[in-house]
């Protein structure tokens, strides 16, 4: 059974650019769960998703940031024209229930 | 004030020693989280916990649900426990997590 499996590992963009990051989770789990570490920072959340529906993105800045986790596919974290201060490490977990989060290695963006 | 604080904030020992972190939170939680972050980033679920104690080879975690502390234990470390340990907590009113920022642990051979 294999874990969450993010990719890319690394992406590497231009000011301006768009970047996006997928999330495959674990077989048969139906929660997804985004997260952001910034650099000499903690880790913070993002944005929780269930099959077809975001449930929670409080944690989401409200601009050039989007998720979705499609019936089909993985879930894909979508920053459009992105800034320096996007560079971080983004992981994404997934869990069968709410309690229990298996995290994905991460995709770490460096934005020039 | 952060709403999980752990201690301390980065920690050197000899291989051998004994090593406790701590985790205080201020929220009411349905499960605490242990995680380990390696230097190349990737996260390592070590424990889940609501009450109680729980004991995974050297690692040990245990839970005050009255007193708001955790602590995780290593008994005889290795320098290949050099990592950060970050302690995450689920919070029963509306089931986000929120981390604490992590204890850098460097275990010297």
């Known amino acids: 059974n294999a874990g969450v499996m993010q990719n890319p590992r690394h992406l590497v963009r231009r000011r301006g650019q768009e970047a996006r990051l997928r999330c495959s989770p674990m077989?048969?789990?139906?929660?997804v769960y985004w997260y952001r570490q910034l650099p000499e920072e903690g880790l913070k959340f993002m944005v929780y998703?269930?099959?077809?529906?975001?449930?929670?993105e409080s944690g989401m800045p409200k601009e050039r940031f989007s998720a979705e986790f499609p019936k089909e596919g993985p879930s894909i974290l979508r920053i459009q024209q992105v800034v320096r201060g996007d560079s971080a490490a983004y992981f994404c977990?997934?869990?069968?229930?709410?309690?229990?989060?298996?995290f994905g290695p991460g995709t770490r963006l460096t934005v020039l | 004030k952060n709403e999980v604080e752990q201690s301390p904030q980065n920690l050197t020992a000899q291989e051998g020693e004994f090593i406790t972190i701590n985790c205080s939170y201020s929220?009411?939680?349905?499960?605490l989280h242990w995680l380990q972050q390696h230097p190349g980033g990737g996260i390592v679920s070590l424990f889940m916990l609501s009450s109680g104690k729980k004991k995974h080879g050297r690692l040990i975690a245990t839970i005050n649900i009255q007193e708001k502390h955790s602590s995780l234990h290593i008994t005889a470390s290795h320098p290949r426990d050099s990592a950060v340990y970050i302690c995450?907590?689920?919070?029963?009113?509306?089931?986000?997590?929120?981390f604490g920022k992590g204890t850098r642990l460097h275990i010297l051979p």
């Open positions: 995450a907590v689920l919070m029963n009113r509306d089931d986000k997590i929120i």
């Open positions: 998703l269930q099959k077809e529906n975001i449930i929670d």
């Open positions: 977990a997934s869990s069968g229930t709410r309690d229990t989060q298996y």
């Open positions: 929220v009411g939680i349905s499960a």
């Open positions: 077989k048969g789990h139906s929660h």
